[in-house]
């Protein structure tokens, strides 16, 4: 069993659809990062929170600590956010290591 | 700041040949790491450096793989022999106070 799980594998939606993507993991972390993958290849970084919500233009990101979870919101979704959206978590063994989530691919329709 | 540089942005070589693969991070950043991205494995983290110094390498596949930061603002993973199933993206991230930065990566075909 993985870590860090992420649903949906992959999600197709029309343009102006509210997205939820979902991370559970089964380790004690510090901290939970959502990471962007365009298809171009390049990372970005978008969220790292280790408690409650952030937001950030029409994304959201939210962690649950007790229930271990964590979604990432996309509001009036646009084609331009179609990407692969990486959870990973700061686990708490005492080192700076990023465990990974292999990945939600994310579609938006036009 | 112009972000994390990687050198080359892609790199086809052949099967024994060396491999080496650069990095310069962002300015005041403490932290260094090294990735490498497949279809089968997703990200995975080689290394990472911690003001210079290597702190955990035991993502590093084998000893054909090698990587060094001489000082704060480069580094390098080295991979001698190559081998095709080395075949994928090596991204280098660095990390200051919170976030990591990720380069553009290095796609690395070895044929």
């Known amino acids: 069993k993985n870590e860090v799980e992420q649903s949906p594998q992959n999600l197709t939606a029309q343009e102006g659809e509210f997205i939820t993507i979902n991370c559970s993991y089964s380790v004690g972390i510090s901290a939970l990062h959502w990471l962007q993958q365009h298809p171009g290849g390049g990372i970005v970084s978008l969220f790292m929170?280790?408690?409650g919500k952030k937001k950030h233009g029409r994304l959201i990101a939210t962690i649950n600590i007790q229930e271990k979870h964590s979604s990432l919101h996309i509001t009036a979704s646009h084609p331009r956010d179609s990407a692969v959206y990486i959870c990973a978590v700061d686990a708490n063994f005492g080192n700076e290591k990023l465990t990974f989530g292999t990945g939600t691919r994310l579609t938006i329709i036009p | 700041d112009a972000g994390v540089i990687q050198s080359p942005r892609h790199e086809v070589t052949e099967m024994g040949q060396e491999v080496t693969l650069r990095c310069k991070p962002i300015s005041g950043h403490d932290y260094l790491f090294w990735y490498r991205q497949t279809m089968m494995r997703g990200l995975e983290l080689l290394i990472y450096?911690?003001?210079?110094?290597?702190?955990?390498d035991s993502g590093m596949p084998e000893d054909r793989f090698s990587a060094k930061m001489p000082n704060a603002s480069f580094s390098t993973l080295k991979i001698q022999p190559s081998e095709p199933r080395d075949s994928a993206v090596y991204f280098c991230?660095?990390?200051?106070?919170?976030?990591?930065?990720f380069g553009p990566g290095t796609r690395l075909l070895v044929l």
């Open positions: 929170l280790s408690s």
């Open positions: 450096f911690n003001n210079n110094v290597p702190i955990d």
């Open positions: 991230a660095s990390r200051g106070q919170e976030t990591q930065y």
